[in-house]
């Protein structure tokens, strides 16, 4: 479906059906109330209504906010969809709420159908966008169509089948990635990792017939104001190693690299939008699985910072990886903000519910920051907060410290707390950790997400950083 956003008067755009939105005040007062009032239309939030005789698709919003015209776009492309329209037109209500808009259209209109050998086939292939401040919708519009692209990327890299998207597939991606949009590029495979003690790491991707592979990309334009390391954690499967999963918890495993796919979506986002931000993305890559040579609870891995790991559960992987990919960027790049993002913790969703990231970390600026960006951009995310009595919980007898916690609750907030311990000590004010494990991937649809990957924080960060 293409979305272009024209400089023409409405009544001069020649498509097939005319969109409307209405609140409820402007449904009484609209020409065709009589006749919206017969088909039991009320206008309510998301609900559509089409007048075909008047080609008109009448569509109910509680307000002409960005959430609201969001929610309500969704609504009005699927029901486009399901007709047999080729072209529809709208005003756009005003450029306050033009990004929602784009979101709504292009992100409810996503489908993946790479594994479907017959897709649906839908007549729907143009809409056409007018505003009555040309000029001033045309930036806002540019902007948010790269930002829902770059959504739709990550999202398509999440929904790929852990058979085809392995650590070295996801790699080859990447420098796909990085040739398309002129980025710097660098993979470590497993011999490099070896060199560079990445010990925690390649434990967990011992048992895989798949090499681990750290991949950095970097998106360097001159005269940057800020530099930015993005972390990102790529389990192309979690089978939770031999502290298997069961069987039921396992489906769905192929989101565990949502994190790596949402910082190589946000690096796309930065360099496209040509942001003055130096932007580093370091990704984990690696596949927990069972086997011979598997790393198993007892074991004690010596992370790159020298820090020595106790098992206790393979399932606890994400972190393993983190650690060292934590301590490489660290190492690599002195950067002014340090953000990781990892479908983490189940905890998480338990404490937030699955539609909301959980932010960690020790600078309340910087979670005051992020929240007022996820708020702005139309992600939901709540603050879980570090203690000290938490932090004990990670205690090892054998090792500097366990990968579990050794009582189960607050068990995001533990895994967060066990990253810190790979946060340098300059860097602590300059640390967040976005765990998104509920806010990634998703069975039924709400708000702009469709089945599957949602390409949560992309949205996030592209504005965070869009203002920093
Ligand atoms: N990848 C999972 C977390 C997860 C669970 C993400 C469900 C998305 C949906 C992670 O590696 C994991 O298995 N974590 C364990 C940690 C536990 C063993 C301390 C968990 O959450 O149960
Ligand atoms: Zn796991
Ligand atoms: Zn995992």
Redo the contacts with the bound molecule.
């Keep these: 479906m293409n979305l272009e956003l024209i400089n023409k008067d409405i009544n001069d755009i020649n498509v097939d059906i005319k969109i409307e939105f209405l609140t409820q005040d402007e449904l009484s007062l609209h020409v065709e109330s009589d006749l919206l009032n017969k088909t039991g239309f009320k206008s309510e939030q998301d609900s559509t209504c089409f007048l075909h005789e008047k080609e008109t698709l009448f569509c109910g919003v509680d307000s002409k906010k960005a959430d609201d015209i969001r929610s309500a776009c969704v609504s009005v492309v699927k029901a486009l969809k399901a007709s047999n329209y080729e072209s529809a037109k709208l005003n756009i209500p005003k450029n306050e709420s033009l990004t929602g808009l784009v979101e709504g259209l292009v992100l409810g209109a996503y489908e993946f159908n790479e594994y479907k050998s017959k897709p649906k086939e839908v007549s729907l292939k143009n809409i056409v966008l007018c505003s009555d401040n040309y000029d001033e919708a045309k930036n806002i519009f540019d902007e948010a169509l790269i930002v829902a692209n770059a959504t739709c990327f990550t999202r398509d890299i999440v929904n790929t089948a852990p058979q085809e998207l392995n650590p070295q597939t996801l790699a080859h991606l990447a420098e796909k990635l990085a040739r398309d949009n002129n980025l710097e590029c660098n993979i470590l495979q497993e011999d490099a990792l070896e060199k560079e003690n990445m010990g925690s790491m390649l434990a967990v991707g011992r048992a895989s017939v798949h090499g681990s592979a750290l991949i950095h990309l970097s998106y360097k334009p001159a005269n940057p104001k800020k530099i930015i390391s993005l972390i990102g954690k790529g ?1 192309t499967y ?1 089978s ?1 190693g031999l ?1 298997l ?1 069961p069987a039921a ?1 396992m489906v ?2 192929k ?2 690299k949502a994190g790596a796919c949402a910082v190589l979506g946000m690096i796309k986002a930065v360099s496209e939008l040509k942001l003055d931000i130096e932007v580093h993305a370091f990704v984990g890559a690696v596949e ?1 699985m069972i086997g011979g040579n598997a790393y198993k609870p007892d074991d004690v891995l010596v992370s790159r910072s020298g820090t020595t790991i106790e098992v206790r ?1 393979t ?4 972190r393993l990886v983190l650690a060292d990919v934590l301590t490489y960027a660290q190492d690599t790049v002195k950067a002014d903000r340090i953000f990781d993002f990892a ?5 998480c ?1 338990v404490a937030l519910g699955q539609y909301t990231t959980g932010l960690m970390g020790h600078s309340h600026k910087l979670k005051h920051d992020l929240s007022k960006a996820a708020t702005a951009s139309g992600e939901l995310m709540g603050s879980l907060p570090f203690n000290k009595h938490l932090k004990k919980l990670l205690k090892s007898e054998i090792a500097d410290i366990s990968n ?2 050794s009582k189960p609750y607050g ?1 995001a907030i533990t ?1 967060g707390m066990f990253l810190d311990n790979f946060i340098q000590e300059e860097n602590k004010n300059k640390w967040m950790h976005f765990d998104i ?2 806010s ?2 998703t069975e039924t649809p709400w708000d702009c997400n469709v089945y599957g990957g949602t390409g949560a924080g992309v949205r996030l960060i592209s504005h965070y950083l869009k203002n920093l």
Excluded at 343 to 347: D, E, K
């Design positions: 389990l979690d939770g502290s999963k918890s769905t495993m989101m565990d927990n559960n399932d606890a992987e994400g479908t983490l913790t189940g905890a969703m579990v916690a068990g895994a494990a509920g990634a991937y």
